[in-house]
């Protein structure tokens, strides 16, 4: 009998017909001869809102504290699809991520997972039960309850479906795959049929929330197969997999996608001195806190000064600001001042390659638009620009229609 790992998101459980609904979905994959753990996240904005609950709290809460509530929403939504799959008279059981034996590090709130000791999964599969897996959740070496960072439920599918070498991979969500841009925004963007794992990974780097990416990293690694794909249809969705590229067109598209992210925010410490080994303390002292700095500029020295700016995603803006002071204090340098009004847009694409002038027409359909670029940063595949929040859906439509991506 084959195993298959199904994800089912937030918004796929919001409320109990939906979840009644997820439940019909996951039983019809049982009753074609599979064996099935299924992955859920919290409810709807349960997430969201025990972090506000916190923050008015504190402005700066516990992180283990912290763990303990975020991990609450996927408790409560396993306990209830659990009840609506026994209820229509199939055997189930739920598990938390420790149950399921997900091991993580020790570092809260965005724990990583060190290694899945799947047992209980696999006695409650061969009593012929469906497992149904709290997603987000993992244990620490102190036994202590980690979350695996915003998103972390396709994670936890993704590594689930990994060790258990299930036959897919299968993430149910409020839209039909991944598109062109996000279906939200841009009314007319595209589903894709196909997608190879570098693109989806500079996709959900940049800030497609349909997919985590830290879970299309390990999927990448463990070539396995994931179907991006709609809760509320059949429609196919989409395939991301190692033998994707084949199944693109001859051509590669020069763009696939235009991204936004604006959960970011823009430091700078200005007026630092110009010699070796300062970015290295800077950077170094935030990679020790396990901060992601994304972009990074540096202006041209000044005298013997000059400014280094960056971005960091907001959640980190808290945790950022001391370090930054201690270092400013230690290099003698002017100020540390952030920006959050500011959101990054991203044009991906595996044709760019061999494509040259792309990042040209880019700077050109926003120039077009009045729309003032304040950092870019380019990888083989990907080209990105900070701009202003409030201009991020103008730039994210005008991009998308330049170069031409929508349905014809
Ligand atoms: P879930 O609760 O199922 O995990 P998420 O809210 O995390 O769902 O992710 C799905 C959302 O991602 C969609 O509702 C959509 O608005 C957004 N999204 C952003 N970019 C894209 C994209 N390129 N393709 C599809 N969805 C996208
Ligand atoms: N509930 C968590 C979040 O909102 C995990 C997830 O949805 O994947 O980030
Ligand atoms: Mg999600």
Redesign the pocket.
């Known amino acids: 009998m084959a195993l298959i790992v199904m994800k089912f ?2 918004t796929s459980i919001a409320g109990a017909e939906k979840i009644k609904l997820v439940a019909e979905r996951i039983i019809k994959k049982r009753r074609n001869g599979n064996r099935v753990v299924a992955v859920i ?2 409810p709807g904005d ?3 809102n025990l972090l506000n609950t916190a923050q008015q709290i504190t402005d700066a809460p516990d992180p283990r504290e912290l763990d303990m509530l ?1 991990s609450t ?2 408790q409560v939504a396993i306990a209830l699809v659990s009840m609506a799959i026994k209820a229509k008279g199939y055997q189930a059981i739920s598990l938390t991520g420790p149950q399921a034996g997900i091991y993580a590090d020790t570092s809260y709130t965005k724990a990583r997972i060190t290694r899945i000791r799947p047992k209980k999964i696999l006695e409650e599969l061969k009593k012929g039960r469906i497992v149904i897996v709290a ?2 959740q993992g244990l620490n070496p102190y036994e202590e309850i980690t ?10 599918a993704v590594a689930l479906a990994s060790v258990l070498k299930a036959k897919s991979c299968e993430i149910y969500t409020d839209v039909e795959g991944v598109y062109t841009a996000d279906p939200q925004v841009v009314p007319e963007a595209k589903k894709l049929d196909y997608l190879s794992y570098e693109e989806m990974l500079e996709l959900a780097g940049s800030g497609a929330q349909v997919l ?1 990416a830290r879970a299309v990293e390990v999927a990448k690694k463990f070539v396995l197969p994931i179907e991006v794909r709609s809760t509320f249809s059949q429609k196919l969705g989409t395939e991301i997999s190692e033998g994707a590229k084949e199944k693109m067109k001859v051509e590669e598209p020069v763009v696939s996608g235009v991204v936004y992210d604006k959960n970011q925010v823009k430091l700078s410490i200005t007026d630092v001195p110009d010699r070796p080994g300062i970015a290295a303390k800077i950077f170094g002292a935030l990679a020790k806190e396990n901060i992601n700095v994304d972009m990074i500029i540096q202006s041209a020295a000044r005298g013997k000064n000059n400014d280094i700016s960056f971005t960091v995603s907001r959640d980190d803006l808290r945790k950022c600001l001391p370090i930054l002071k201690k270092v400013k204090n230690e290099l003698n340098a002017s100020d540390v001042i952030y920006d959050d009004k500011v959101a990054k847009v991203s044009i991906i694409g595996v044709g760019m390659k061999t494509h040259p002038g792309v990042a040209a027409k880019m700077f050109r359909v926003l120039a077009k638009e009045k729309i003032n670029i304040e950092m870019i940063s380019t990888s083989e595949i990907k080209i990105s620009c900070v701009i202003r929040e409030n201009e991020v859906e103008k730039a994210v439509k005008t991009l998308h229609f330049a170069f031409d991506l929508g349905r014809k």
Do not use: C, N
Not at 147 to 156: I, K, P, V
């Open positions: 998101g937030g996240s919290a349960t997430t969201d975020l929403g996927e997603g987000f979350t695996l960072g915003r998103g972390g439920s396709d994670l936890t985590q």
